[in-house]
């Protein structure tokens, strides 16, 4: 079984300051780790993915995330954030294989202070 | 740049009454999931195909929702009836096929799904 963990259900920084947004992950097997973004009232767009290459992985709009095994963590960061970073965030976590659902966590809404 | 379409966007109805999805997956994907979305919290597995045959249907509310994919390629999801409850949005997503002894990466590609509010 696999399941996300998301901590905090609401980050709220200041434009131009550091986004962290936290998640954990829980899986039987090595796990394939995605974050999604999602505007309102759309659906879910690919940040970026772990598929068991560089640990460090970097993706859209800025954004990055470090998979630490020992510490099953998945954490997405951006060194500065932007107004047009307001938005939902998803971490999820498959068994890879191109076959198998995502388990979804709850969502992180960022909130970019002006 | 391919997408996974859906429709209606938006759709009210009235609880006990009959409502249809309809999602066209990226060409070429295999693997089609329905997922359901309640307002504050992340997207949940309704059911799984592959091709024409579900996969996963374990958390698809049976009595009342029921989904096809008869040729392999776009998909239907129904509720019948309508509570108040399943006010959501309802997303689709599709994966591409492992292919050439690579696994794939597991990657979902979202429409941009299709909201319901039930009254």
């Known amino acids: 079984a696999q399941s996300v963990t998301q901590l905090g259900s609401h980050v709220s920084v200041s434009e131009g300051a550091l986004v962290l947004l936290r998640c954990n992950y829980s899986?039987?097997?090595?796990?394939?780790l995605f974050w999604y973004v999602q505007y309102p009232n759309q659906g879910l767009q690919l940040l970026l993915k772990?598929?068991?290459?560089?640990?460090l992985v970097k993706g859209i709009n800025g954004f990055e995330a470090e998979f630490k095994k020992s510490e099953t963590s998945f954490h997405l960061t951006k060194p500065s954030a932007h107004m047009s970073d307001a938005a939902e965030y998803f971490c999820?976590?498959?068994?890879?294989?191109?076959?198998?659902?995502?388990?979804f966590g709850k969502g992180t809404h960022l909130i970019i202070q002006p | 740049e391919a997408e996974v379409a859906q429709s209606p966007r938006y759709k009210i109805t009235e609880k006990s009454q009959a409502v249809a999805f309809w999602c066209d997956p990226i060409?070429?994907?295999?693997?089609l999931y329905w997922y359901r979305q309640i307002l504050g919290q992340g997207p949940e597995l309704l059911v799984q195909f592959q091709d024409e045959s579900v996969v996963d249907d374990s958390q698809l509310p049976k009595d009342r929702f029921s989904a096809e994919r008869l040729k392999g390629v776009d998909s239907t999801l129904k509720i019948q009836p309508a509570e108040l409850g399943d006010s959501a949005m309802y997303l689709c997503?599709?994966?591409?096929?492992?292919?050439?002894?690579?696994?794939?990466?597991?990657?979902?590609?979202f429409g941009e799904g299709s909201r319901l509010t039930v009254l």
């Open positions: 772990y598929t068991s290459a560089a640990t």
């Open positions: 060409s070429g994907h295999a693997t």
């Open positions: 899986s039987s097997v090595p796990p394939y």
């Open positions: 997503a599709s994966s591409p096929p492992r292919g050439g002894g690579r696994p794939g990466t597991g990657e979902l590609f």
């Open positions: 999820a976590v498959g068994s890879g294989g191109g076959a198998d659902g995502l388990t």
